[in-house]
């Protein structure tokens, strides 16, 4: 089906919509509409440097690097085989290292 862009948008659904003005006056009739947050729960979510860590566990299942893949030797994370740009003395540098 053909989509004429020079027709106007507007819907049925459009035209029902409130005015700007009274858009404009429901919010400011309404409250700040700021949100309470409980300092006390917010300070248990967050973990300080340092913290005591020793009894948690990895929830990470680690992937060995794959034989299509490469070490950046200057931003050292790994990339796919179609991202080396160059390899010098035995150092593979990534396209976005070598830019």
Known sequence: MATDYDSPRKTDDDLNEDSLQELQARRTDKSS??????????????????????????????IPRQADEFTCARCFLVHHRSQLASEKGGQQICRECAA
């Open 33 to 62: 509409g700021s949100i309470d947050i409980d300092e006390t729960d917010l300070a248990e979510s967050l973990e300080l440097p340092g913290a005591d860590l020793s009894n948690e566990e990895l929830s990470l299942r680690v």
